[in-house]
């Protein structure tokens, strides 16, 4: 049983946009920091965004400005809108718990950006 799934990716040209969820099914899902992850070929695995409970939220400087976090506690979703997309943004994009990562990995998504 899956966990946490991921969707949303797709092929996009750069400066364009995508909105990536993650339903989450694990129980105190509110309780928890979740965190989007990337990870391009060749590339460790990589924190994008994170966000807390009370809706603070931090992101890494490579999407500062162009990358927005956010969650829906009532739905155990936590989305991603990710806007002026690069090439470099091109990855593999996970969801799960911050700091512990406790959650089985999900499959991802694929976020291909390029002309």
């Known amino acids: 049983v899956q966990v946490v799934v991921e969707s949303g990716g797709g092929l996009v040209q750069p400066g364009g946009s995508l909105r990536l969820s993650c339903v989450v099914s694990?129980?105190?899902?509110?309780?928890?920091?979740m965190a989007w992850y990337r990870q391009a070929p060749g590339e460790e695995r990589e924190v994008v965004a994170q966000?807390?409970?009370?809706?603070?939220?931090t992101y890494a400087d490579s999407v500062k400005g162009r990358f927005t976090i956010s969650r829906d506690n009532a739905k155990k979703t936590v989305y991603l809108q990710m806007n002026s997309l690069k090439p470099e943004d091109t990855a593999v994009y996970y969801c799960?718990?911050?700091?512990?990562?406790?959650?089985?990995w999900g499959q991802g998504t694929q976020v291909t950006v390029s002309s």
């Open positions: 694990a129980n105190f899902f509110s309780a928890f920091v």
């Open positions: 966000m807390t409970p009370s809706d603070r939220t």
């Open positions: 799960n718990r911050a700091f512990d990562q406790l959650y089985p």
